[in-house]
């Protein structure tokens, strides 16, 4: 038999182009297609795909970022055997047309969203509810933020709001005036580690803004587009985030299709339990992101085993979900959580199980760990673009354009 995927198996130079649209230059704040340097792709019989993209310099930092994006991306494809990156440099026309796009999109975009463009967003989602996505979001955002990185939270699950809970915060959400606007401030955690420094996590979630956790929202799909629109918009995020990690509601509704629009930047970690049954629904989260042109960054599986005081190791919830799941969505299982009281308490309790001691707690720390240095690196400004950006735009403005 064959090797070679069937033709009708292969992505489209449209469908690896529209992934493309979510590898944004995080200097230039827009994506590396309509700033003019993914210059198209090919793709032979074999799912070689072979993707053209000309930087503003050849040698910038950024080049490696760019490139471990856009393969991970494109490598989610159907049947993609290998990504092959030819790079060019923008020519002189090209770079100033590239940096008058640049100025247009942040005229046109100023305010639309108030996560810095240099910080990692990364969606965690899952097919249904009852799989522990919200602890696992909170415990991977504590985790992130015991290693020292600056974390934003956002509980985008507006009916089923439970992180403040787990996180151990109350009170209310302040809002400060800005210029003509509006804007609320999050609720922020510090986490200090001796080894690793300081760390926090700020956080907005309808849990701040409501009565009680017990208080029903009886809203629907349009007002939950507008509550996530203004937790994107209105939120006065803080510069210097490494990470924002989302919350996401179950399934594959209004929230997580709106979100994808105005985050496409974002990358999606699926979380799944070991029963098959969890991983085929979790697997529409995987066909949502595809549809979607977001990238599925990592799968996580949740309550995996149980381990006795003698060591002995019960698979209460079957075997082979997470390790499924990623093999269909073609990235990586970055990580099993074992079922532990510690877990479930610290949810309960407000203190987070990455926090303490444990397995679960050695598991979130290696998943921290994998994100890092892996799945999706913090960004490091090298500022190749922004050193000729004050050059380009003098040129520019001589020219009158």
């Known amino acids: 038999m064959s090797d070679t995927p069937e033709t009708s198996s292969l992505p489209t130079e449209d469908e690896v182009m529209g992934l493309m649209r979510g590898v944004i230059d995080p200097e ?3 994506d590396i297609v309509d700033l003019g340097m993914a210059k198209g792709a090919t793709i032979s019989d074999e799912g070689l795909v072979t993707i053209k993209i000309a930087l503003t310099t050849m040698g910038c930092p950024l080049q490696a970022q760019i490139r471990n994006d856009a393969r991970a991306r494109v490598e989610s494809l159907p049947g993609v055997t290998k990504v092959k990156i030819d790079w060019a440099e923008l020519s002189p026309d090209d770079k100033a047309a590239t940096m008058s796009r640049a ?7 100023a305010g639309d969203t108030a996560i810095p463009p240099t910080t990692r967003v990364l969606a965690i989602s899952s097919g249904k509810g009852g799989v522990g996505k919200s602890s696992v979001t909170v415990n991977v955002a504590a985790a992130l933020a015991k290693k020292g ?4 939270l956002l509980d985008a699950d507006i009916w089923g709001f439970s992180v403040p809970r787990m996180l151990g915060l109350d009170g209310r959400i302040e809002a400060e005036k800005d210029g003509d606007s509006t804007r609320m401030t999050p609720v922020s955690l510090p986490i200090e580690d ?3 420094g300081k760390g926090r996590i700020d956080v907005v979630s309808m849990g701040f803004l409501v009565d009680g956790e017990e208080s029903a929202l009886l809203w629907r799909g349009l007002m939950l587009n507008r509550a996530v629109q203004h937790f994107l918009e209105d939120v006065a995020w803080s510069d210097d985030l490494d990470y924002v990690l989302i919350d996401m509601p179950p399934g594959t509704g209004d929230v997580a299709m709106g979100l994808a629009r105005m985050l496409p930047r974002a990358e999606m970690i699926v979380v799944t339990t070991p029963a098959t049954g969890a991983q085929k629904v979790a697997a529409r989260a995987v066909s949502m992101a595809r549809k979607s042109h977001v990238r599925v960054a990592g799968v996580i599986e949740n309550m995996s085993v149980f381990i006795n005081e003698e060591g002995n190791r019960y698979e209460l919830f079957g075997s082979g979900g997470g390790e499924e799941l990623a093999e269909l969505s073609g990235a990586p299982l970055i990580g099993s959580v074992p ?3 510690t877990v479930s308490s610290g949810g309960d309790e407000g203190t987070p199980a990455a926090l303490g001691d444990g397995p679960a707690a050695e598991v979130f720390a290696e998943i921290a760990t994998r994100i890092v240095e892996e799945i999706s690196p913090p960004v490091e400004m090298a500022g190749c673009t922004a050193r000729m950006m004050e050059a ?8 009158g354009l």
């Open 28 to 30: 230039l704040g827009g």
């Open 103 to 109: 100025r247009q999109i942040a005229a046109e975009n």
């Open 149 to 152: 990185y600056r974390i934003g």
């Open 194 to 196: 001796s080894e690793n």
């Open 339 to 341: 079922i532990e009281p």
């Open 392 to 399: 380009v735009e003098e040129a520019l403005d001589a020219a």
